[in-house]
Every structure is written in structure tokens, then in C-alpha cells.
């Protein structure tokens, strides 16, 4: 596999990488520097510059303390979540060969955020701050493999099975919420719609470091397992005969589809279709090999949900517009899009 | 395995001595319904077997079976060793299997699609990976499509593609079903060709096809299939017997010989309908 690869798919991989980056540095000073008390880019470079010892001049003690208090654990969690969902999509897609797999819109991150919502009723908050990403997790992986085995037969993935347990499971998944918010008090209510909409409003540094090493280890077990997944696009008994263990690659991937759904779902709620329409875009411009769709769409997943994050938060100011409403809005007609696609290319399905 | 340094001259991984694949009443089932066998099957090296039979004799049956998908009743080596036995990256080092319709999931290029058969031999091989690929894509002329997206090109182009994955994958067993189906005349002939090229090097191959003339130009050996059984078997010594093989085929077929043909030719009776209506000319 090494060696056969073309340059010109080369460079634009790498060319993609650069501008993702650049993009992403440039996107999280500016929507640091953005809001309600305005903050100029220089001035938010030179506080990261002074807390890593780099600057030494006096800084504005109220920037600093906007910057570290509030701007940038919302943007360090945007990163986080973005790269997670990005990744997430491309994973599950691969794993089951079919590019309309979203956890979203299959109900993977409404399982989580079942998790979450049961974790926050029940009162098992209280054990530790680890156990709502871990009631999120279980929320995620029961969900998944739901589908998995739901909508699998004959070792493919039909388009309308996949949607359609996605439909049944969040239909599930909606009733126990309303349920929830049926038996809930108001503040448990408030809290309840922050898992259904999606939303960044809760970030904090301990929410950051609860979901980065998910997220960092989630991402590169996904990368790790790349070669496989583009072995299993020939079909799983075709993988097999190149040597590949379909059972032992699907368990690792549905597991790692779950670690970074719920990681993302865990602090931020039921944000859609990101996971969806990142690796669609990722595989125009750098084609389908998944070690490099997994990782740019992390990259490219980051950069999406710090900008929509900062688009939320401004474009209605002071109030502020959930995060999941927006993805949903801008998502949601291009996953008809790909249905519409996928149709007319089988030929309509009956 | 002993072996699986591979000779940078040879375009086969050459294995211990002995038949490449040894099957002694192996059989299949699904439930209560017995799919093929028991039947008794050797793969020799150097040899290039055709597997005809009606829709539905069990062929691929008995190709999935042949390479060791999943334990079956009954023996079966390959290689020389009990195929349970065999890790799957050994297996997929021993043989390449080629299904009856290839599909692929993503928009994967021509190029991309070759390399994944060098992938059991990632890290081990001392052949250099990109030639062997570009061989492979000479062999079926797929090399002008290198960077074409695989599901853009047309059912003939695509089933070149998918054999030069086969190729490319560079095992001493090769199994295929109906890889020359979609084909045309020239590349059906070019990829018989290049398979006994590949059996003149060690290689064994099991080839699935409909195509009588196919099967009567290139096999060494022809079986048969009827109702999961090996019905008849035919090699270029002992022809097929034309009326068993109009029987199991429920068709009468004729053999037509001639000086002028290198091999007896079988063909279907085929009653001109054509003409009825217009003049004879």
C-alpha cells in the first residue's frame, strides 16, 4: 500500500492539512476574541503568550480573565467535541460501508445523551465527574450496537434499514426524554434540554480534560485501524481473505464510534449531522482512504463547531442559539441531498 | 507455512511440496439442507481447474468452501496444512479469492483498489510493492484507469480492476467466480493467459465460468457440478461426455471437432428462429 500512492492525491492531502490548521489556529483566536467584550486577536496571542511563560509584558487583567474564565474552555470543548464527531462520522461510515452511518442520525448520540439524562435523574452525577461521560458512553454503545445488529444483513448495511432503525431508535430514545422532562423539576428540566439541543453554553476546564483523553484516544485507535476499513469497502468476506479480522476490526470500530460520540454528547449534548457531512467534504477534496479521512475529518470536525459555536453565540446576541439547532439547519437538507443521491445510483429502493 | 519469501522473478510465493489444496469430503450445509458434497477435490500446482455446472449446482458454494471460509465438514489443506489451523493473514497469503460481483463501498481509485491485495504482505514481502501493482494492472491494462474512481468505470473495466487485485495479491491459489463474465473478448482471453502464465509458475487456480468455449480452450481439468455434486469431470485427454453434460445442464449440447480446432468445441444446440419471417437469402 505504501508505495502506490499518487502525487497528486499526495499533495492535496497535504495541501487540505495545512489549510485545516491554518484555518482552525485563525478560527479559535478570533471566536476567543469575539463577544460580548471585545478582545483584539493580538491581545488574545498575547495572553496565551504570557501563560505559557513565552511573554513577559503586563497584560489587561480583565481580558485574562474573560480569555481563561470563560472564551477559552469553550473553545478548547468546541475543538474537542468538533474533532470527536468529525471523526466519529468517518469511523461509522467506514465500518459500515455506507456513507449516510451518522451517529446522529442513527441515535447514537441521543443514546448517549439517554445516558446522560437517566445519570442526571437518577442522582448518579454525584459519584464522580466521571459518571456522566461513562452513563454517556454506555447511553452510546448499547445504542450502536443496537443498529449495528438492527440494520445488518447479509453483512451489508441497506440504506433504508440504517435510517430507519435510526427513526425507531431516536423515536425510543425521544419518549423516555419526554418522560423525563415529564417527571423532572425545573432545574433538572433546563438541564434536560441542554442534552436535546446541543450547546457549548456549559463548557469548563474540568469538562475539557474529563472528554480530551477519550477524544485523543478514540481518534487514534480510529487511525490505527484505517488500512482495515479500506479493505473492508470491498466487503467483509473480501476482507477477510486479505487477512483482516471483520469481527475483532467491527467490535474496536462500533466501540471507538462510541467512545468519541459520547465523549462529544457527554459535555455537549445531541449536536447532528456533523459526523455526517465532515467526511462526505474530507473525501471530495482528499479521497476515501480512511487513515487520512479519519484524521481530517477531526481536524476539519474542530474547525466546523468552533465556528458554528461562535456563530451561535453571536448571530442572536445577547441570547444565544443552540448549537444543535444550527448544525441541524445547515445539515439536515444535505442529508436529504445524500438520500436523494444514494437512491437514484441503486435505482430507487422499494 | 515454511516460506513466504517470495522470488522477485517468479510472480507466484512459492509453498512447500504437495497439492495446493486437498479436500476430502468436505461438505456444506445451511440448516437441514445439504448444499454441496461430500466430494473429494486435489488442486496440484501448476494446474488450472474450471468449475461448470447449471444456476444453482453449488460452484461458488464449493469455491467459498475451497477457501476456507468457514469449517466445514470434512479436510481441508491448503497449502499443506489443515485450514482451521491457518491464521487469516496466512490464509490470505496462501490464496486470493475473487467474488462473483466485486463491489466497493467509497469512491476508492483504480490504484488504490490493486494495492489492497498487497496487504498481507505488508512488512514482509522483499518484492517492491509498486511494481508488483503496476504488473498487475498491465496484466489486465487497467494502468490508463489508475486514477479513475473504481464505481465510475464501466462492469467490464470494473471486473479488470478486481482482477488485478487477485494478481496483485500474488498467492500460489487463486479462486475466482466468474471473473471474465462482464469482459470482453480480448481481456476474457488476456486474463485466461496471464493465469496460465501464473500456473506455469507453481501457481493453482480454480476459475468459476458459464462460457463452454472458455472452459474447453484454457482448463486442464473441467468438473462439473450438478445438485452440490461433482458430476462429471473432463480434461483435454478425456473429453466431457456431451450427453451427461446435456442432461445435468438440461440442454443438449454438441461437440464439434476439427482439424482446424486446437480443442473439441462444445456448444449449445441453439434452434434458428430467426428468418421466419423474412427470406432466406
Known sequence: ?350 | MTSTRQDPDSSVAPVAEGPLIVAAGVETRVGSKQLIGPLDFTLNAGELVVLLGPNGAGKSTLLTALAGDHRTAGDLEICGHPSHRSTLMQLARQRAVLPQNPTISFPFRVHEVVAMGRTPWDKTSDLDDAEVIESAMEATEVVHLRDRVVSSLSGGEQARVAVARIFAQRTPIILMDEPTAAMDLRHQERTFDHLRELCDDGAGVVVVVHDLGIAGAHADRILVMDQGLIAIAGTPENPLDTAVLSEVYRHRIDVIESPDLAYPLLVPFRRVRRGSQQEAP
Open chain 1, 1 to 350: 500500500m505504501r508505495a502506490a500512492r499518487s502525487p497528486k492525491i499526495y499533495g492535496r492531502t497535504a495541501a487540505l492539512t495545512t489549510l485545516l490548521l491554518a484555518a482552525l489556529l485563525v478560527s479559535i483566536v478570533v471566536a476567543a476574541g469575539t463577544g460580548a467584550f471585545a478582545i483584539s486577536p493580538g491581545d488574545v496571542i498575547g495572553s496565551i503568550a504570557r501563560r505559557f511563560g513565552v511573554s513577559t509584558d503586563a497584560g489587561r487583567g480583565m481580558a485574562d480573565e474573560v480569555l481563561w474564565r470563560i472564551r477559552f474552555p469553550r473553545v478548547a470543548l468546541s475543538v474537542v467535541v468538533g474533532a470527536s464527531l468529525g471523526c466519529a462520522g468517518a469511523a461509522m461510515q467506514g465500518t459500515f460501508s455506507n456513507p449516510l452511518a451518522e451517529p446522529g442520525i442513527v441515535g447514537v448520540s441521543a443514546g448517549a445523551s439517554l445516558g446522560a439524562i437517566i445519570a442526571i435523574l437518577t442522582g448518579l452525577t454525584a459519584i464522580g465527574m466521571w459518571a456522566l461521560p461513562s452513563a454517556a458512553f454506555i447511553g452510546g454503545l448499547v445504542t450502536v450496537v443496537a443498529v449495528y445488529f438492527g440494520a445488518r444483513h447479509d453483512g451489508r448495511t441497506e440504506v433504508v434499514t440504517l435510517v430507519l432503525t435510526g427513526v425507531a431508535l431516536n423515536a425510543v430514545v425521544g419518549a423516555v426524554i419526554g418522560l423525563a422532562v415529564f417527571m423532572s423539576d425545573d432545574a433538572e428540566l433546563r438541564s434536560i434540554t441542554f442534552w436535546t439541543m446541543g450547546s457549548m453554553a456549559q463548557a469548563s476546564w474540568p469538562k475539557v480534560a474529563a472528554i480530551t483523553p477519550l477524544a485523543i484516544i478514540g481518534v487514534i485507535a480510529a487511525i490505527a485501524l484505517g488500512n482495515q476499513l479500506d479493505l473492508l469497502s470491498l466487503g467483509e468476506r473480501e476482507a477477510r481473505h486479505l487477512g483482516v479480522n471483520v469481527e475483532r476490526l467491527r467490535i474496536a470500530m462500533l466501540g471507538v464510534v462510541a467512545v468519541l460520540s459520547a465523549a462529544a454528547a457527554a459535555v455537549s449534548g445531541t449536536i447532528l449531522f456533523v459526523g455526517l457531512v465532515i467526511p462526505h467534504l474530507v473525501r471530495m477534496i482528499a479521497g476515501p482512504r480512511h487513515r487520512v479521512l479519519l484524521g481530517l475529518s477531526a481536524l476539519a470536525g474542530a474547525l466546523v463547531i468552533v465556528l458554528a459555536d461562535l456563530v451561535a453565540r453571536t448571530i442572536a446576541a445577547p441570547s444565544e442559539l443552540p448549537l444543535g439547532v444550527l448544525t441541524s439547519l445547515v445539515g439536515a437538507p444535505f442529508f436529504l441531498w445524500q438520500l436523494h443521491r444514494t437512491r437514484a445510483a441503486q435505482g430507487g429502493w422499494a
